[in-house]
């Protein structure tokens, strides 16, 4: 490393702690996010982020540091841990939380990989799964003036873009949640499946709401109609509208709203896509709050133990970022539908009877001709369109000689380093652009640039 380079990473790192130190929670999670290896570097005296947090009481940023898995057993050149800091501060709550924390993480071996919250993984509810089959209180939630109702159009959702909804949030558009005296003609009519997605968090919800509820549990639902509603339906939001897409449109939403999404999207579009059996081809009705669909037809094969058809699919997918032998390149390509000028990474769909591994060196050299040695398991991310489990990793090529299937794609390159960094923060000097922040192909390639040079 050059002088002038590591004085840039010093001068990172400095930042960072810097941070740290005054507890500023915004900019430590995007700094983790584009290099989770400062969640361990320590500056003078050894201290590291999470010491710096410990010393000054900081306890929301201690939180999110360990859940980032950093180490709390570091110590500085004092031998104090993070955990001797706070208590010498009189920080109680805080010691006991990194004495508390960390004992499940430290029975697993370390991978190096941190987990990573990408754009549609947030669950921003409890998905209450017990009490899908307690109809008595799905209905009594369905009847409820607190419960929560999002509508979808031919699996497009209701938004809001009016000024009212917008506060503290950057996003440009809001779900609707509407009441059930908005949505209440459409509950009626036999044919509309309702979903249950489960129940606010007991921190988000607000207390005011709580105490009108008998448990204190406020339900969401979601239902999706194929003939536009706006006619019969009484929605008072001027700016409101079904938000046509999928995409790009539907990252335009913030993250816990995204969250929300990927459950209900996906588990309507499985409804709007098997509104017969599969087995035998027979009418089917839905149970389990939406999780279900049994099948009417007696002696169907379907009836009998547990039959995968009856419950929502999820399409495991590989998405991968191949690195090049000399470390310092990665393969990208386009398909024909990009963007000019955008590459992302490869992708392909899990076959039966596959592994991950063996999926990803299959779809790497079916689309670029490229073989690939070791895998390794980086993130992953739901990808409701329509129900698709995006399963991201990064791997090193053994071949270089690039051939493309030109039936899926229309060019794949090696990029250097640079490039993508350029890329990744839309400098002049780029040479491609990458998908946006919200999709793990974009966090792939930017937990690359913060690797070292050889995996
Ligand atoms: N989040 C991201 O960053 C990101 C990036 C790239 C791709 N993706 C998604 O990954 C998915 C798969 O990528 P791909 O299209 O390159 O896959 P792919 O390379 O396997 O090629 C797709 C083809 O595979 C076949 N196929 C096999 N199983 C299928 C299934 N279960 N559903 C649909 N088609 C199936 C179809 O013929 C289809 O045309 C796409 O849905 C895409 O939207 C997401
Ligand atoms: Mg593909
Ligand atoms: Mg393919
Ligand atoms: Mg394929
Ligand atoms: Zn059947």
């Known amino acids: ?157 209701l938004v809001t873009s009016g000024p009212e909804h917008m506060n503290n949030s950057q996003a440009k558009l809001k779900l609707c949640r509407l009441k059930r005296d908005s949505v209440g003609v459409l509950l009626k009519k036999s044919d509309i499946v309702v979903v249950f997605l489960g129940v606010e968090k007991q921190e988000c919800s607000s207390l005011s709401s709580v105490s009108k509820e008998e448990d204190g549990l406020i339900a969401w639902f979601a239902l999706n109609v194929e003939e536009n509603p706006s006619e019969i339906l009484k929605i008072e939001d001027s700016h409101s509208f079904f938000l046509q897409g999928p995409m790009p449109t539907l990252l335009m939403l913030n993250e816990d709203e995204g969250g929300i999404i990927a459950q209900a999207r996906s588990v309507l ?48 997918v590989v998405i991968m970022l191949v690195i090049h032998p000399d470390g310092n390149q990665c393969l990208l390509g386009r398909k024909k539908t990009f963007p000019p000028g955008m590459f992302s990474c490869l992708a392909g769909f899990i076959e039966p009877g596959e592994t991950i591994e063996n999926a990803v060196r299959r779809e790497v050299m079916e689309e670029s001709g490229v073989t690939v040695g070791p895998v390794r398991y980086v993130s992953c991310q739901p990808w409701p369109m329509p129900s698709s489990l995006m399963i991201g990793c990064i791997s090193v090529a053994v071949s270089t000689d690039i051939k493309v299937d030109k039936d899926e794609i229309e060019e794949a390159r090696w990029f250097t380093r640079q490039q993508v960094i350029d890329a990744i923060v839309k400098s002049s000097k780029a040479v491609l652009t990458m998908p946006p922040r919200q999709a793990i192909a974009h966090y792939l390639v930017k937990h690359w640039t913060c690797l070292n040079s050889n995996l």
């Open 1 to 157: 490393m050059t002088s002038v380079q590591m004085s840039a990473t010093d001068e990172m790192v400095e930042g960072f702690l810097d941070h740290a130190s005054r507890g500023d929670l915004v900019r430590v999670s995007d700094m983790i996010c584009y290099s989770s290896k400062l969640l361990n570097e320590s500056g003078k005296q050894g201290w590291t982020a999470l010491m710096l947090a410990a010393r000054n009481g900081h306890f929301d940023l201690v939180k999110a540091l360990l859940s980032k898995g950093c180490n709390k057993d570091l110590k500085n050149k004092s031998g104090q841990t993070a955990h001797d800091i706070a208590k010498f501060w009189g920080h109680k709550h805080i010691a006991d939380l990194l004495v508390g924390d960390g004992k499940i993480r430290d029975i697993l071996p370390s991978t190096g990989v941190t987990e990573h919250e990408n754009y549609f993984s947030r669950e921003y509810l409890s998905r209450m799964s017990d009490k899908r089959t307690d109809s008595g209180w799905l209905s009594a939630k369905q009847s409820s003036p607190e419960t929560v109702f999002l509508l979808f159009h031919n699996l497009d959702p």
């Open 269 to 316: 579009a499985w409804h709007s896509r098997y509104s017969f059996c599969p087995t035998c081809g027979g009418k089917t009705k839905v149970a389990e709050g939406g999780y279900k669909r049994t099948c009417l037809t007696e002696g169907c094969k379907s009836l009998l133990g547990i039959h995968s058809t009856c419950y929502p699919r999820v399409d495991p």
